[in-house]
């Protein structure tokens, strides 16, 4: 059975680099037939997609964050991770790792038919605080 | 953007009770509708996929319909363990989008 866990530091301070990894286990990492993904809730709020990445590297962003994040992918340690820069208080959150099922078709910077999730991790929560 | 309004944002239902969400798309996106159930502390469960198609391992009492704007999460008889907070997501076009959330309680 597919297990994702998300893992990293619980607290970061405003203006600096926050990074968390993704350790999949139990099944195909490197298949053709998912992507992986990083969406995040904040404290008494909604989720919001931060961006998916596919095994060979290729990855989508959602705008209102691209330009901060970053996500990285090493099918060696079957892990990926996500990092934000010039962190504020904005991005405390619950941030989960999930498996992107249906690839979709991605031209031009956005994609079709794309991913749902399944499955999730249990979600790691990062305060932002000096 | 995609805009995905739920309603209600909070519902009260006893166990047993037929209980229905409903998520409403700012354009047509042709089914390409997730549900999801959020407990505290434990990951997220996909339920539905396609608007419709339930996920592996999820009971027959969650269904969905819908087509083009307006979509519709139903559990037909309310049990224990489904008290929780149900989001849906458009995968239609990116960037994908969730609606705000239903929470149910029990009443």
């Known amino acids: 059975q597919l297990q994702l866990q998300e893992s990293g530091p619980g607290l970061v301070k405003p203006s600096e680099t926050l990074s968390l990894t993704c350790t999949v286990s139990?099944?195909?990492?490197?298949?053709?037939?998912?992507?992986w993904g990083w969406i995040r809730q904040p404290p008494g709020k909604g989720l919001e997609w931060i961006g998916s990445?596919?095994?060979?590297?290729?990855?989508y962003h959602n705008p209102s964050l691209k330009s901060r994040v970053t996500i990285s992918i090493d099918t060696s340690k079957n892990q990926f991770s996500l990092k934000v820069i010039s962190v504020t208080a904005a991005d405390t959150a619950v941030y989960y790792c999930?498996?992107?099922?249906?690839?979709?078709?991605?031209?031009?910077?956005?994609?079709?038919?794309?991913?749902?999730?399944?499955?999730w991790g249990q979600g790691t929560l990062v305060t932002v605080s000096s | 953007d995609i805009q995905m309004t739920q309603s209600p944002s909070s519902l009260s239902a006893s166990v047993g009770a037929r209980v229905t969400i409903t998520c409403r798309a700012s354009q047509d996106i042709s089914n390409a509708l997730a549900w999801y159930q959020l407990k505290s502390k434990k990951a997220p469960k996909l339920l539905l996929y396609g608007a419709s198609r339930l996920g592996s391992g999820v009971p027959s009492r969650f269904s969905g319909s819908g087509s083009g704007t307006d979509y519709t999460l139903t559990i037909s008889s309310l049990q224990p363990e489904d008290f929780a907070t149900y989001y849906c997501q458009q995968y239609y076009i990116t960037p994908l989008t969730f609606g705000g959330g239903t929470k149910v309680e029990i009443k």
């Open positions: 999930a498996r992107g099922a249906n690839v979709g078709y991605c031209s031009g910077g956005i994609c079709y038919n794309y991913n749902w999730f399944d499955p």
């Open positions: 139990g099944g195909s990492f490197s298949s053709r037939s998912y992507y």
């Open positions: 990445i596919y095994y060979s590297g290729n990855t």
